[in-house]
């Protein structure tokens, strides 16, 4: 098992940034990459970043490219998501996620195994 909490969350104004972190504990060998997902109501959960723990290119969504940025520190097991010029359009409950996942589809909640509660995000314009 692997249990994953985020944090980081907040409310800030469009333009802003917010920095959250999710810390894994288990078994996390079992896994070989990590990402967020964000969620807005009435809204499927959507990628956002994803990261393999071997390295490589990171996955984001196009929305985010240049803006966000995936980052993860293997010796603490910890994940991030630096997210600067934050738009309105980016308020969601942004969930961390951790699985054994085929190359190319980082992108797909299909492929992770593991979930945090979530973290809320709200940025008001």
């Known amino acids: 098992q692997v249990q994953l909490v985020e944090s980081g969350g907040g409310s800030v104004q469009a333009g802003g940034s917010l920095r959250l972190s999710c810390s894994a504990s288990?078994?996390?060998?079992?896994?070989?990459?990590m990402g967020w997902f964000r969620q807005a109501p009435g809204e499927e959960r959507e990628g956002v970043a994803a990261?393999?723990?071997?390295?490589?290119?990171?996955y984001y969504a196009d929305s985010v490219k240049g803006r966000f940025t995936i980052s993860q520190d293997n010796a603490k097991n910890t994940v991030y998501l630096q997210m600067n010029s934050l738009k309105p359009e980016d308020t969601a409950m942004y969930y961390c996620?951790?699985?054994?996942?085929?190359?190319?589809?980082?992108?797909?909640?299909?492929?992770?195994?593991?979930w945090g509660q979530g973290t809320q995000v709200s940025v008001s314009s």
């Open positions: 990261i393999y723990t071997d390295g490589g290119m990171p």
């Open positions: 996620a951790a699985g054994f996942v085929d190359r190319g589809l980082a992108w797909s909640r299909y492929e992770y195994k593991y």
């Open positions: 288990g078994y996390t060998a079992s896994n070989n990459c």
